[in-house]
């Protein structure tokens, strides 16, 4: 496929690849930016593979215009789920990126995309339609296989069951409304059936967090 081809292509030799090679190695985010930049004015169909990782460093700095605008730009390029999770992650609202995950959902409809949506609308506190969003979730084919990244407690993510991160989909749900105590027995059936899970741990420690702050 000649789009795949030309989306996959680094001209290594380059003076600004090596640089940006330098700048990775010593963390630095702005050289590399610099670097790849320079690559794509230099020849930008030769260096259409640096377009997403420049879009994952603007990212990573926090330069969400710039991650848009590279996004927009992206030359032949094939579907990436990294370049999918940064259009919903530079969303200026939650609505927005509401609309971002379902217009991808509907393109590629991907467990992962139910569970956004879900915690997305537990945030806009619209719980009813979160209720909804988990039959989605358990009619979906991949429920039982897949498994669904998760936030640990020193904020690294970890992948877990799919039928255990809806678990606590559905204790975040409650606990939003108020019912902790609700949320402390779906979390606690999760524990009969995923024990030691660092992720419940870290919900239980929440909910005792919001018990104390009453």
């Given at each position: 496929?000649?789009t795949v081809?030309?989306?996959?292509?680094?001209?290594k030799?380059?003076?600004?690849?090596?640089?940006?090679?330098?700048?990775?190695?010593?963390?630095?985010?702005?050289?590399?930016?610099?670097?790849?930049?320079?690559m794509?004015?230099?020849?930008?169909l030769?260096n259409?593979?640096?377009?997403?990782?420049?879009?994952?460093?603007?990212?990573?700095?926090?330069?969400?215009?710039?991650?848009?605008q590279?996004?927009?730009?992206?030359?032949?390029?094939?579907e990436?789920?990294?370049?999918?999770?940064?259009?919903?992650?530079?969303s200026?609202?939650?609505?927005?990126?509401?609309?971002?995950?379902?217009?991808?959902?509907?393109?590629?409809?991907?467990?992962?995309?139910l569970?956004i949506?879900?915690?997305?609308?537990?945030?806009?506190q619209?719980?009813?339609?979160?209720?909804a969003?988990?039959?989605?979730?358990?009619?979906?084919?991949?429920?039982?296989?897949?498994?669904?990244?998760?936030?640990?407690?020193?904020?690294?993510?970890?992948k877990?069951?799919?039928?255990?991160?809806?678990?606590?989909l559905?204790?975040?749900?409650?606990?939003?409304?108020?019912?902790?105590?609700q949320?402390r027995?779906?979390?606690?059936?999760?524990?009969?059936?995923?024990?030691?899970?660092?992720?419940?741990?870290?919900?239980?420690?929440?909910?005792n967090?919001?018990?104390?702050?009453?």
């Amino acid at each position: 496929d000649s789009t795949v081809k030309t989306a996959n292509k680094i001209n290594k030799e380059s003076f600004y690849y090596k640089l940006y090679l330098q700048g990775k190695k010593n963390q630095d985010p702005y050289t590399q930016i610099v670097a790849i930049n320079s690559m794509l004015v230099e020849d930008s169909l030769a260096n259409a593979g640096m377009q997403d990782t420049l879009a994952m460093i603007y990212a990573g700095a926090g330069l969400d215009k710039s991650t848009k605008q590279v996004l927009k730009e992206r030359t032949n390029a094939p579907e990436s789920e990294d370049m999918d999770d940064l259009k919903i992650m530079t969303s200026k609202t939650p609505e927005e990126a509401m609309q971002t995950t379902r217009e991808l959902y509907k393109k590629s409809p991907k467990l992962r995309y139910l569970f956004i949506m879900a915690g997305l609308q537990i945030q806009m506190q619209k719980f009813a339609d979160a209720d909804a969003t988990f039959n989605k979730i358990e009619a979906h084919k991949n429920y039982k296989t897949e498994k669904i990244p998760s936030t640990m407690a020193d904020g690294k993510e970890a992948k877990i069951p799919a039928e255990a991160a809806l678990y606590m989909l559905k204790a975040q749900n409650v606990a939003a409304q108020g019912k902790l105590a609700q949320a402390r027995i779906i979390l606690e059936n999760l524990e009969k059936k995923y024990p030691n899970l660092p992720q419940t741990k870290l919900m239980f420690d929440q909910l005792n967090q919001m018990s104390k702050s009453r």
